[in-house]
């Protein structure tokens, strides 16, 4: 008989409820819980060393999220036929939950620790991501790993201007704003989502809502953990600190880091020389001073300047209304774009805004080019596809080239649910879309390169989408004691660590499509928020407006050598016509025109698309298609080609796939005694249909009705 299991349950305002239970599965675990919303459980566990390995500095903490197959009933495709690598998909969930809890585990806490979330049962109804960084945090909540605060993140959807907590895969369908929030009982923490071109207000009030509905989330967390009986968290020392060394770098120092930071410089390079002069010529000194037998703690001091470079920087921004590169508060850096920069590309960009520099290609394929996606509860195939790459020639530094990491992929996925909702839809967009950013610079916000640059390669590809979109990064230093803050347009790299909130905000004229905002600072108000993003529309739209000027609106054709389309509806029976018997016929119209075909059958009707690269290779397809699917109608005068001969006639194909009977006296007025030298196969002739056999559908032609009897 288990003992001491523990429930607790979350009650939605929809009458939904969310239980999470502890101390039944995965119990040698530091902390195990299993959180459940309808038939959609989540098994979420933690671990966290007892000492931190000598010489880290850091939180070595890993976040990873899976869906298993089977809690879907599905078996995974392939040859292995079991769960692998993460996929994207898991990839950015897990990445939500890292950047929620990461900033909450103590600074001085540097044991390696895990949290390994898994989809062990899904209803197919609710997305498991809205549940899996409440499933994390109440694990460590059941623990006695050390965190400042318990988390939850909610998902919300908008339909009819009705907000909802965590819908449904289909309310999410006629949703205009799809939004994860994560926060704790006291302060929003993280905010990432898509949207329909809201406007600022709407995303505040639906990042209210979310609040309301995490804060009973984190308080049932508390109640579980008294419940369970975590009174004290583990005590610990991973780092040494020396006050007295911290406190002389710090008089020593700060002035001249303060003035220097004052001065400013656009440069980066020169600026992190710079600072490296003043720390090392500093611990040269400190070496020189030191009693003979001693030594300075180099890696020691080291971080202490890095902290009080924070500080300088900090307070010249607050204090002199000045950025670190004399930038003023919503001042944007230079942007110069250039677009049809890759002749051979079916669209092309590149976007540089600063230091930050974007070459983003545009191509544009078949249906046979869809990305699949196979996942344990999303599956089906996906027609748009942008890919992020950052190589690091893009900071100058060396490091090997590897597949894409997590970072890359969630820059590349903002940007994608940036675009996405202003490509055109349905019939208007028969391609399948690949955009591919390279960033080949970057000090600050490449991710916002890439949305702008990709919109520029898609304008110039020919594609024609509802609106423009930019986009742009955003940051906040404050300081609580005095209350000052400044709010910064088109952030650098350096004020992103610095700064107290890192958000990313993409939209067009009219509204918000994405964002991304991490908040690194307790107690950030709403006005202020609101003020925020208010500059960020601003600094947006001037962003649009050097876009613009570039190209104003989509080309309205594609390149030459980009794929034309062109759909042809056909009756559903007719399918198989086109088709042919084990594709033999679709194949050699094919190999024929050099076009390539996709067929798929909706509402009750056939659609052909049809790709091809030149005119000629599209009317050969058209052609042969229209053809096929041409009823023929007696008394129509067709162009034949003679396929054979018989002792009684010829059969003549007078449309693609489609034969008659030429009988040897409907060849001449004349009698005619045998077919020896009267026609050859492959002669084309015309014929006129003089009927269609109602039992057998077999077609009888004429030639001599077409020559007149002399």
């Not at 898994?118 to 994390?136: E, M, N």
């Not at 019939?427 to 640059?453: F, H, K, Q, W």
């Not at 007719?574 to 190999?591: D, L």
Request: hydrophobic content about 40%.
């Amino acid at each position: 008989m288990l003992q001491n299991v523990h429930t607790k349950t979350i009650q939605l305002a929809d009458n939904r409820e969310i239980t999470i239970e502890t101390g039944k599965l995965a119990r040698q675990a530091d902390g195990a819980v299993v959180v459940r919303m309808g038939d959609t459980m989540l098994l979420a566990t933690v671990v966290s060393a007892q000492e931190a390995k000598p010489g880290t500095d850091f939180l070595p903490l890993s976040v990873d999220y899976q869906e298993k197959f089977a809690s879907n009933g599905k078996i995974p495709g392939g040859f292995l036929k079991r769960e692998g690598r993460l996929s994207d998909h898991e990839i950015l969930i897990s990445r939500l939950v890292d950047r929620a809890l990461r900033p909450l585990f103590p600074g001085d806490y540097h044991a390696d620790t895990q949290i390994n979330i898994q989809l062990i049962s899904s209803d197919g109804l609710t997305p498991p991501d809205s549940l899996a960084a409440l499933a994390a945090s109440a694990a460590i909540a059941v623990s006695d790993i050390p965190i400042e605060a318990y988390i939850s993140e909610v998902r919300v959807g908008r339909i009819d201007g009705k907000m909802i907590i965590n819908p449904t895969y289909q309310q999410l369908e006629k949703s205009d704003l799809d939004m994860i929030i994560a926060a704790t009982l006291d302060n929003i923490l993280m905010v990432e989502g898509e949207m329909k071109e809201i406007s600022e207000q709407d995303m505040i009030e639906a990042i209210k809502f979310a609040h309301e509905a995490i804060k009973d989330q984190c308080r049932v967390q508390a109640e579980l953990a008294e419940a369970v009986g975590i009174k004290e968290k583990r005590t610990y020392s991973h780092e040494v600190h020396d006050e007295a060394l911290e406190k002389r770098i710090f008089e020593d120092l700060y002035q001249a880091t303060y003035d220097f930071v004052k001065i400013g410089n656009d440069n980066k390079n020169e600026r992190a020389e710079g600072f490296k002069k003043i720390r090392n010529e500093y611990l040269a000194k400190l070496a020189e001073e030191a009693a003979e037998g001693t030594e300075i703690d180099e890696d020691l001091a080291k971080t202490y300047f890095a902290k009080l470079k924070k500080k300088a920087s900090r307070d010249v921004t607050l204090r002199e209304k000045k950025r670190v590169d004399n930038r003023k508060y919503d001042e944007i850096r230079s942007i110069w774009c250039e677009v049809d920069y890759l002749p051979s590309a079916h669209g092309s960009a590149v976007f540089t805004r600063g230091e930050t520099q974007s070459l983003t290609t545009c191509t544009l394929g078949t249906k046979m080019d869809e990305m699949m996606i196979d996942g344990a509860v999303l599956s089906g195939y996906n027609k748009f596809i942008l890919h992020y790459n950052f190589p690091a020639f893009s900071t100058g530094e060396v490091k090997p080239n590897r597949g894409p990491g997590r970072r890359e992929v969630g820059h590349g996925n903002l940007a994608y649910r940036a675009i996405k909702n202003m490509l055109p839809q349905g019939e208007d967009n028969p391609y399948t879309i690949r955009i591919v950013s390279d960033i080949l610079e970057s000090n600050g916000s490449s991710s916002m390169a890439t949305v702008c640059a990709g919109i520029l390669a898609l304008m110039d590809a020919g594609i024609q989408i509802k609106a423009p979109v930019a986009g742009i990064a955003m940051g906040l230093i404050s300081d609580s004691e005095t209350g000052d803050y400044a709010v910064l347009s088109d952030i650098l790299g350096d004020e992103d660590h610095l700064g107290d909130m890192d958000f990313k905000v993409t939209g067009t004229k009219n509204g918000i499509t994405a964002c991304q905002m991490d908040i690194k600072v307790d107690g950030l108000s709403y006005e202020i928020l609101s003020e925020a993003l208010e500059q960020a529309r601003k600094g947006r739209l001037h962003i649009l407006g050097k876009m613009l000027e570039v190209i104003s609106e989509p080309n309205a054709d594609l390149k030459p050598h980009a794929p034309r389309s062109q759909t042809l509806v056909i009756p559903t029976d007719m399918i198989g016509a086109v088709i042919g018997p084990g594709g033999k016929i679709i194949q050699e119209i094919q190999k024929e025109s050099g076009a390539v075909i996709s067929i798929d059958e909706k509402n009750n009707q056939g659609y052909v698309n049809i790709f091809a690269t030149n005119n000629e290779s599209m009317s050969a397809a058209v052609r042969r298609v229209q053809g096929i699917v041409a009823i023929p109608d007696v008394g129509e005068t067709y162009d034949g080609v003679v396929k054979s001969i018989m002792p009684f006639g010829a059969f003549v194909e007078f449309l693609p796939g489609k034969q008659g009977l030429l009988h040897i006296s409907e060849i001449k007025w004349e009698r005619i005694e045998k077919m020896d030298g009267v026609l050859d196969v492959g002669e084309e002739i015309k014929v006129k249909l003089l009927d269609v056999d109602k039992k057998t559908g077999k077609y009888r032609l004429s030639r001599k009705a077409l020559i007149p009897k002399s």
